[in-house]
């Protein structure tokens, strides 16, 4: 079955081979990738950064271990944004499992760590965080992030999903259980979220998550601020479709 089309295309977001080299570096401040190698893979970066998720990630799968960067990206964006509830967890595994061979085969690369934790903390979202803790899940997305971040210090979104992680099982299970089993801190959260804006000033998503992870640590206490940075994330100008899709989303939460 055809993936959902990326619902709000945009003649700023379709990008040429020289265009999409000079805004890579703000594009990409989120999760470092480095440039392709490859025109193929140029191409399939150009479709997603356009919203044709779909054919960027049957081009990322056809270029082998050095297209699954592009492929698992899409994967996660259209799985997270537009998949129906049937579809998503399937992908979310897909890219998970993809992501153990590429750390296998490529233990240097970063994206291979970042992505396996996104795809499975994703995935517990939906399912459970609950269930997702009992079965060990945490330490897998743990593990995969701390490893990102030792590749890749100045991988923004690693920052956000470790906000993210701390939050949530504080949330879930109480600020006592949560440090004394799973080593979570309000304190961790705070500074990861703190640490993505520093590194990446203009992310929307790095704004949504910190507003969640404030609520979900700090209750109607935090609420103004929380408002405040959804705010910012809903009156940011998007530079190609994940952007805008993160966009949408801070609207929702207003909302």
Same mark, same amino acid.
């Given at each position: 079955?055809?993936?959902?089309?990326? @619902?709000?295309?945009?003649?700023?977001?379709?990008?040429?081979?020289?265009?999409?080299?000079?805004?890579? @570096?703000?594009?990409?401040?989120?999760?470092?990738?480095?440039?392709?190698?490859?025109?193929?893979?140029?191409?399939?970066?150009?479709?997603?950064?356009?919203?044709?998720?779909?054919?960027?990630?049957?081009?990322?799968?056809?270029?082998?271990?050095?297209?699954?960067?592009?492929?698992?990206?899409?994967?996660?964006?259209?799985?997270?944004? /537009?998949?129906?509830? *049937?579809?998503?967890? %399937?992908? /979310?595994?897909?890219?998970?499992?993809?992501?153990?061979?590429?750390?296998?085969?490529?233990?240097?690369?970063?994206?291979?760590?970042?992505?396996?934790?996104?795809? /499975?903390?994703?995935?517990?979202?939906?399912?459970?965080?609950?269930?997702?803790?009992?079965?060990?899940?945490?330490?897998? +997305?743990?593990?995969?992030?701390?490893?990102?971040?030792?590749?890749?210090?100045?991988?923004?979104?690693?920052?956000?999903?470790?906000? +993210?992680?701390?939050?949530?099982?504080?949330?879930?299970?109480? *600020?006592?259980?949560?440090? /004394?089993?799973?080593?979570?801190?309000?304190? %961790?959260?705070?500074?990861?979220?703190?640490?993505?804006?520093?590194?990446?000033?203009?992310?929307?998503?790095?704004?949504?998550?910190?507003?969640?992870?404030?609520?979900?640590?700090?209750?109607?206490?935090?609420?103004?601020?929380?408002?405040?940075?959804?705010?910012?994330? *809903?009156?940011?100008?998007?530079?190609?479709?994940?952007?805008?899709?993160?966009?949408?989303?801070?609207?929702?939460?207003?909302?």
């Amino acid at each position: 079955m055809p993936w959902k089309a990326f @619902p709000y295309p945009s003649a700023d977001f379709e990008y040429t081979g020289a265009a999409l080299k000079k805004a890579w @570096p703000a594009l990409h401040a989120g999760d470092v990738e480095p440039w392709p190698r490859s025109a193929a893979l140029v191409a399939a970066w150009i479709d997603f950064h356009a919203g044709r998720f779909e054919q960027a990630a049957h081009a990322g799968m056809a270029a082998g271990l050095a297209g699954y960067s592009v492929a698992n990206k899409a994967a996660c964006m259209h799985a997270v944004y /537009l998949a129906g509830a *049937a579809d998503k967890g %399937a992908r /979310l595994l897909e890219v998970a499992e993809r992501c153990e061979r590429q750390q296998r085969e490529q233990p240097a690369s970063a994206a291979g760590f970042y992505w396996h934790a996104y795809a /499975l903390g994703r995935h517990a979202q939906d399912v459970s965080v609950l269930k997702a803790l009992a079965q060990g899940v945490a330490g897998k +997305v743990k593990a995969s992030l701390d490893t990102a971040l030792h590749l890749a210090p100045r991988h923004a979104d690693a920052h956000i999903a470790l906000g +993210v992680y701390h939050a949530e099982i504080i949330d879930k299970v109480g *600020a006592l259980v949560a440090s /004394l089993t799973y080593g979570a801190s309000r304190d %961790a959260a705070l500074r990861h979220f703190r640490e993505a804006l520093e590194l990446n000033p203009g992310s929307a998503i790095a704004r949504i998550e910190y507003a969640r992870g404030m609520v979900m640590l700090d209750g109607r206490a935090k609420a103004g601020e929380a408002l405040a940075l959804c705010e910012q994330a *809903a009156a940011s100008e998007p530079h190609d479709a994940m952007e805008r899709l993160d966009v949408e989303r801070a609207r929702q939460e207003i909302a």
